[in-house]
Structure formats: C-alpha cells, structure tokens
C-alpha cells in the first residue's frame, strides 16, 4: 500500500505535434509501453460526483489498484498491488478487494457494492525525466477514439508550472485544457449511447 502526493500538468496534443515531441525526445516504438486501465464507479456516479477516480491499471503482468482524490488542490492517490485473481474478480464482478482503498470509498460515503466496471482504457505511454519532473508521452485508445497527451509530473508546485508552459512554447504547442482519461472515456461512452 502506498500512497503519492500528485503534482502534475497535462496538455492535449494533435497526432503532429506528439509525433514531433517524439522525434525531438528521439522516443520511437519500442520505447513505449501498453498499460490497460479499467475504470470502476456506481451506476449512479457517486465516485465521479465526489471528483474521484477508481481503477485497476495492466501494466507487464502487475495490476495497480489505484484510487484518486481531491486533496488540498493536488491528486491524492493510493496504490493496492493485487494479484491477478483479485483484478479479475473485481473487473468482472465488481468484488472490491479488501484493504485501505475499500475503506477510503467507505468513508466518503459510496457503497463499494454497487461498484461496476465503467470501461477500458488502453495507453501506449513513454515516459522519462525532464528537468525536475517526470515527462510523459501518451497515446490512448477507448471505444473508437483515438487522442494523444502530454504530462509533466512536477517535484515541486513553484517550478511545475513555469517548466511546462517553457516546453510547450518551444514546441508551439497551444495551452488545450486535458480532462482526465476517465472523463474522456466517461464523455466517448455517453456519446456512443447518444445521450
């Protein structure tokens, strides 16, 4: 179990301009990795209503049980390793595994229950270091979307920002909001049922 404080800055980008951080990164194929998110919330959105993010992500055979919450204007995120009978039984089934993320959903109110796997995300990611941070190059694939992101994951808050906005200048790349994944895929799934 563990638990991060998350400072991060995200971008949408074109397909050009990720082919051109790529090249100027001379990062190529082999230099990604596929991860699968599965993300989990209740038929009512009580997770998404309370600005908070369930998921179990695949990533070279572990499963990371992730939960995401608002917390004093940066991401709290806590980690549950689990084994692949857990990760198949709550994909499939919706079996909440036992321990401190179960007990974290509890506290803020949500019946672990009722929670369903909404859908699955799949990302090409590479990422390395850049700066003081973490860069990262993503390229997600959900239903029949294709789109492609840009993350910088700061040591600090007074530098992140100023870091990013620098290299998104040097590569004349415009300032475009960037929901979370699970937003996006929350939006493609809405308008796959044409509501």
Excluded: W
């Amino acid at each position: 179990m563990s638990h991060e404080l998350e400072i991060e800055y995200k971008n949408m980008l074109t397909a050009e301009e990720f082919t051109k951080l790529c090249t100027a990164f001379k990062k190529d194929e082999p230099s990604f990795f596929k991860q699968i998110n599965y993300y989990f919330d209740t038929p009512t959105s009580a997770l998404k209503n309370k600005q908070t993010v369930l998921r179990i992500r695949e990533s070279g055979g572990t499963h990371d049980f992730t939960l995401k919450q608002p917390h004093n204007g940066v991401i709290l995120e806590t980690h549950q390793q689990l084994s692949d009978e857990d990760s198949r039984s709550m994909i499939q089934l919706g079996v909440v595994p036992s321990g401190e993320i179960e007990q974290a959903i509890t506290q803020i109110g949500v019946d672990v229950d009722q929670l369903v796997l909404i859908g699955e995300l799949t990302t090409k990611r590479c990422q390395f270091p850049y700066q003081s941070g973490e860069l990262f190059l993503d390229h997600s694939v959900y239903l029949d979307h294709n789109d492609y992101e840009l993350e910088f994951e700061a040591a600090d808050a007074q530098s992140g920002p100023s870091v990013f906005d620098a290299l998104l200048h040097t590569f004349a790349i415009p300032r475009r909001p960037s929901q979370s994944k699970m937003m996006r895929l929350n939006q493609a799934i809405k308008a796959r049922r044409g509501s």
